[in-house]
């Protein structure tokens, strides 16, 4: 029996505006085990370009991958294998939080920041992690683990 593992593999500190996206169109894995963990550093507010989430579109599987580029003569590293879906205005709600708060994405949420337009700033610090116990991680990806791994938060 394998042991359960739980590992990390990203860690950012954001404050511009970040474009609509699933975490998973970059760190994808089969079966999906990925959550996002964005942790507030200051107040974001809708004047400072919190959080919006589109609810329910985790039910709608992975739209995109940004992979590494299997084309030997192209200049691009890494590509999208698919235009970019739209996605109706309408469809996102804004998750305001004060500082310290920490919000769990699901990998296949749809969810966006607006750039920070205020005097106020608005940094947070994400990472996220994947249930590592029968679960492959995209060689596809365009983040690949070292040798040993990516690091293992938990081992039971």
């Known amino acids: 029996m394998q042991p359960t593992k739980i590992s ?3 860690a950012w500190v954001f404050s511009r505006k970040l474009i609509a996206h699933q ?8 079966p999906l085990h990925l959550i ?6 200051d107040d974001a507010t809708l004047s400072n ?4 989430i589109a609810p329910g579109s985790h039910k709608s599987g992975v739209h995109r991958r940004y992979i590494k580029n299997k084309d030997p003569v192209s200049n691009e590293l890494l590509i999208y294998d698919r235009a970019a879906p739209c996605y109706p205005a309408s469809n996102f709600r804004p998750v305001p939080v004060r500082k310290g708060t920490c ?7 749809v969810h966006y920041s607006n750039a920070n337009k205020s005097e106020q700033s608005r940094h947070a610090y994400t990472f996220h992690i994947m249930e590592t116990k029968q679960t492959t991680y995209s060689k596809d990806n365009w983040l690949q683990p070292l040798s040993n791994g990516f690091p293992l938060l938990y081992r039971n």
């Open 8 to 10: 990390y593999n990203t």
């Open 23 to 30: 975490d998973a169109t970059y760190l994808y894995s089969e």
């Open 36 to 41: 996002g963990f964005w942790i507030a550093l």
């Open 49 to 52: 370009g919190c959080l919006w």
């Open 103 to 109: 919000v769990l994405i699901h990998g296949e949420v």
